[in-house]
């Protein structure tokens, strides 16, 4: 579990630093919510990827993940409608932001737990 928060937290710097840079030197818009999203996607993933990780039962696994994929999908959803009203001149730039470190967390998060699986088979 100390190995996912570790590449989490270093994907997030990294994420911050390439659009920082990409903002810069190419740009491009800037999101206005970049730290509250990297914030709140690395809290979310790293606690979901918590309560995922302690379960042993495949057939709970099963029903806990497609659970938290549809809590994670409403509570993403609300936060995409709140930047989109906030920051209408930015909404492009924040969502897409957004939805990219979305979509690169939770690779992480199915690449880490497909391992876990794979060693208790295996175990």
Not at 49 to 70: E, T
Not at 96 to 111: A, N, S, W
Request: proline letters at 2%; charged letters at 10%.
């Amino acid at each position: 579990m100390i190995r996912f928060i570790i590449v989490l937290l270093v994907s997030a710097g990294i994420s911050i630093g390439l659009t920082e840079l990409a903002s810069h030197s190419l740009n491009i818009l800037r999101p206005t919510f970049l730290y509250q999203s990297v914030i709140f996607l690395t809290f979310s993933t790293a606690i979901i990827y918590g309560y995922l990780y302690r379960v042993s039962k495949p057939d709970i696994f099963v029903q806990l993940y497609l659970f938290m994929m549809a809590v994670k999908l409403m509570g993403y959803g609300g936060y995409a409608f709140f930047m989109i009203t906030s920051d209408r001149a930015g909404a492009t730039a924040n969502v897409v932001f957004f939805m990219v470190l979305y979509f690169v967390f939770t690779i992480l998060e199915i690449l880490f737990l497909y391992n876990k699986i794979n060693q208790q088979k295996e175990g």
